[in-house]
């Protein structure tokens, strides 16, 4: 598994995210921007975005200069919004929620001498830092939340030589690190979460164990977090991870993310939910290229049962360009949209 090339393809959703995000809230009667010139003229990336209503979104992620970077999108367009960027060589945003128009949060990680976990928080008029424990060489790659004073992120802690799960919660008045469990794998990390209810949240991610790759996923019941079972495709050549999830009910929520195919090259990856267990559902993998092209998702979101979107990308290995990936579920099979 190239760990760099991943978190490459973290940072590039830029355009297919936010397509995914204006797809879903269309389904609420939104109009689209009337050219998406508004965000690809940035100097940027883009890695994930929350949607309040028609008219009111937010889109996180980094500026060319290594500054974190969020956009606002009011119903008619998008533009800029000042964010805080700490760290002496740099940082980005990962994840964002928005509650309401007046209360939201993005996370990610700055770069001082070493990484550091980031929380911003909009409060209707700016974005500021806030607190969060110490967690040694860290960062943040999700957040999702059940209240406004129910609220998770997750990424990974550690250390140069042992990455782990790091999973933390806001209970109104600060932020607190939960204990979660730590596969044995060297690096191990979690990269989206998705929040049910107080007793029923998901996180997933990888265990990476000597260059081997699986699938990771956790779940909260309201008192403590746990591993659950998750397949893995492709494991004789570096197996897969999960990049994104969405959880819709106790009995329905979808993983994203991608695998090594036998070839060498990546094919996407969607595992459901049913209640009992998690198991993987075919996906269209656009191949162009030879071993080292594919396709890989980023994230998934629910609309309802029968209406899922997931957005990645495709990578054409003779000319290392890659072309945006939005998928789609009709409650039956998953689609090129």
């Known amino acids: 598994m190239n760990t760099t090339r991943h978190f490459r393809k973290l940072k590039i959703l830029a355009w297919a995210a936010v397509g995914a995000c204006l ?29 309040g209503s028609a008219h009111d979104a937010w889109a996180v992620g980094q500026t060319r200069t290594t500054k974190t970077l969020a956009l606002h999108w009011n119903g008619t367009s998008w533009a800029q919004v000042p964010t805080p960027a700490p760290g002496a060589f740099g940082s980005l945003l990962s994840g964002v929620t928005e509650i309401s128009p007046t209360n939201v949060w993005a996370v990610g990680s700055s770069n001082g001498s070493g990484s550091a976990a980031l929380v911003l928080h909009w409060n209707g008029a700016k974005w500021a830092r806030v607190a969060t424990p110490s967690a040694g060489i860290a960062g943040l790659s999700g957040v999702s939340a059940v209240s406004a004073n129910d609220i998770w992120a997750v990424g990974s802690g550690g250390t140069t030589t042992r990455e782990t799960t790091l999973v ?49 996923v956790l779940h909260w019941d309201g008192k403590a977090w746990t591993q659950v079972p998750s397949p893995t495709p492709g494991l004789r050549n ?23 195919t036998n070839s060498g090259g990546e ?19 656009p191949r162009p290229g030879g071993s080292t092209g594919g396709s890989f998702l980023n994230g998934v979101d629910m609309v309802a049962t029968g209406d899922v979107w997931s957005a990645g990308g495709t990578i054409f290995d003779s000319t290392g360009k890659e072309r945006t990936l939005v998928l789609h579920w009709n409650g039956m099979t998953w689609t090129r949209f």
Not at 267 to 275: A, E, F, I, Q, V
């Open 168 to 216: 933390l919660h806001w209970d109104g008045r600060k932020w607190t690190r939960v204990p979660s469990p730590t596969p044995p794998g060297q690096v191990v990390a979690l990269f989206s979460v998705s929040a049910v209810s107080a007793t029923d949240v998901w996180a997933v991610g990888r265990d990476l164990t000597a260059k081997l790759g699986k699938t990771l």
């Open 238 to 260: 570096g197996g897969g991870l999960l990049t994104g999830v969405s959880a819709l009910t106790g009995s329905d929520a979808w993983a994203s993310g991608f695998y090594n």
């Open 267 to 285: 094919g996407t990856l969607l595992l459901h939910w049913n209640g009992t267990s998690w198991t993987r559902v075919p996906s269209p993998t």
């Open 23 to 51: 797809a879903a809230t269309l389904v609420a009667g939104a109009e689209p921007p009337a050219s998406q010139a508004t965000i690809t003229s940035l100097a940027g990336s883009l890695a994930a975005v929350s949607a």
